[in-house]
T-cell receptor, first 124, second 112 residues
Framework: GAVVSQHPSWVICKSGTSVKIECRSL??????MFWYRQFPKQSLMLMAT?????????EQGVEKDKFLINHASLTLSTLTVTSAHPEDSSFYIC????????????????????FGPGTRLTVL | DQQVKQNSPSLSVQEGRISILNCDYT??????FLWYKKYPAEGPTFLIS?????DKNEDGRFTVFLNKSAKHLSLHIVPSQPGDSAVYFC???????????FGTGTSLTVIP
């Protein structure tokens, strides 16, 4: 299957600083990447969808100025948590999806996404 | 508003027996459903899916059943193995859409 990596896997920062999380598709070109957030014992909540070369689409209630998403290439998307506060502490997971033709070639439903291993953010 | 619900936060099963994980949804527009498996500190990995045109999909030890009238799906694992111990998330989407709606997960423990 397709491989998605995230870096860093764990980050601790002071309140007020900004943190950048990278999401990379290692063996395929990801035209669409998704960013999720998971609080303890809760489900994964979609934060935003980003298509390469265009602005991200944010879900309702997600502050776009707080969570900056850049999808500058077909293999890399970044999520920057600006001026992080303790309430931003969470598990952030990205996922990626290839082109319809690539997915069809891999016999995947176009809905299927491959997830990264996640990034644990702790803001002190 | 939680559109996908997994009401059992945890489940323990003896090795070799059947594990049944349940999931309910509220949105009748959902037509594609997936199960993901997640180990601690790792991202979810895809397990099995089913579209609304089917009521059953089987892949090895894993079978997903869909009851559209009850808006209910279940994942059966037979026989259960200790390596199956993980958190299982069900997810639902509209086939033509981007967004997945995830349940809160069920932590399965298979006891050797």
């Amino acid at each position: 299957g397709a491989v998605v990596s995230q870096h860093p896997s764990w980050v601790i920062c002071k309140s007020g600083t900004s943190v950048k999380i990278e999401c990379r598709s290692l063996d395929f070109q990801a035209t669409t990447m998704f960013w999720y957030r998971q609080f303890p014992k809760q489900s994964l909540m979609l934060m935003a969808t980003s298509n390469e070369g265009s602005k991200a689409t944010y879900e309702q209630g997600v502050e776009k100025d707080k969570f900056l998403i850049n999808h500058a290439s077909l293999t890399l998307s970044t999520l920057t948590v600006t001026s992080a506060h303790p309430e931003d502490s969470s598990f952030y997971i990205c996922s990626a999806r290839g082109t319809p033709s690539l997915w069809e070639g891999l016999k995947l439903s176009y809905n299927e996404q491959f997830f990264g291993p996640g990034t644990r953010l702790t803001v002190l | 508003d939680q559109q996908v619900k997994q009401n059992s936060p945890s489940l323990s099963v003896q090795e070799g027996r059947i594990s049944i994980l349940n999931c309910d949804y509220t949105n009748s527009m959902f037509d594609y459903f997936l199960w993901y498996k997640k180990y601690p500190a790792e991202g979810p990995t895809f397990l099995i899916s089913i579209s609304s045109i089917k009521d059953k999909n089987e892949d090895g030890r894993f079978t997903v059943f869909l009851n559209k009238s009850a808006k209910h799906l279940s994942l059966h694992i037979v026989p259960s193995q200790p390596g199956d111990s993980a958190v299982y998330f069900c997810a639902a989407s509209v086939r033509t859409g981007n967004q997945f709606y995830f349940g809160t997960g069920t932590s399965l423990t298979v006891i050797p």
